[in-house]
């Protein structure tokens, strides 16, 4: 059975909603730009994420393959979705950017992203 939860940007101008499994495992990323925005990925199927508010906020980031989508609030700078290259069917939401309150219990996995293609190939052969 799936929770929902809720959360967005720093200013509230993002707000999203999302049905998550109760003990998700998130992804703590390396990579340099995880790293340095603190992002902790909950994988998010398309159907099952609601973009609720501030869609014309977001700005758009791409760098080396240009396949991940980084979504930025405009206002604030904050990252708390985005469409990542190795989830196509998937939006990564920030676990730090969700309200307080939701009682998941998750499991984190590091993920070597500084190594993404040796760490994408290990990553599928476990899917």
Excluded at 1 to 22: D, L, N, T, Y
Excluded at 48 to 71: C, I, N, P, R, V
Excluded at 100 to 117: A, C, M, S, T
């Amino acid at each position: 059975m799936k929770i929902r939860v809720f959360g967005g940007c720093h200013c509230g101008a993002v707000r999203f909603e999302a049905s998550v499994e109760p003990a998700p495992a998130l992804l703590d990323c390396n990579c340099s730009i995880c790293r340095g925005n603190g992002h902790l990925h909950l994988f998010v199927l398309h159907p099952d994420f609601t973009l609720m508010s501030g869609e014309a906020m977001l700005s758009s980031y791409k760098f080396g393959s240009e396949q991940a989508d980084h979504l930025f609030c405009a206002r604030c700078g904050i990252k708390s979705f985005y469409q990542p290259r190795s989830h196509t069917d998937c939006w990564s939401v920030n676990y730090n950017c969700l309200d307080e309150g939701h009682d998941l219990q998750p499991v984190i996995n590091k993920f070597d992203g500084r190594n993404w293609e040796k760490s994408k190939a290990e990553l599928n052969a476990t899917d």
